[in-house]
Nanobody, 127 residues
């Protein structure tokens, strides 16, 4: 069973930066899609960005230019560099993975498409 463990969340002031990490263990797949989602309590989980083993990336329009997703295949670790954080970025951030495929245009933003999920890491941005 694949396990995803996020880290790097915390509390920062607006304009600050954080780097989230997601380490995948027991992962034997050579092709996969990974993504960051975020969720505010009471709202639907939304995609932040995705990347696959072909290093194809996609980002939500509202976060382009501020958030950068990257993947270290050798370490099986996913990263999210978040700069110029805003109070509206406050949320629980989740790592997700889908094995055996690149990220597909039609599905990558759907949380239901992903098979594996981490427990989440909280990001709080104060004004």
């Amino acid at each position: 069973q694949v396990q995803l463990v996020e880290s790097g969340g915390g509390s920062v002031q607006a304009g600050g930066s954080l780097r989230l990490s997601c380490e995948a263990s027991r992962y034997t797949y050579s092709t996969y899609c990974m993504a960051w989602f975020r969720q505010v309590q009471g709202k639907e989980r939304e995609v932040v960005a995705s990347i696959d083993t072909g290093l194809n990336t996609r980002s939500a329009d509202s976060m382009k230019g501020r958030f950068t997703i990257s993947l270290d295949n050798a370490k099986k670790t996913l990263y999210l560099q978040m700069n110029n954080l805003k109070p509206e970025d406050t949320a629980m951030y989740y790592c997700a993975a889908k094995a055996g495929t690149y990220c597909l245009t039609y599905y990558f933003s759907s949380h239901a498409w992903y098979t594996y999920w981490g427990q989440g890491t909280q990001v709080t941005v104060s004004s």
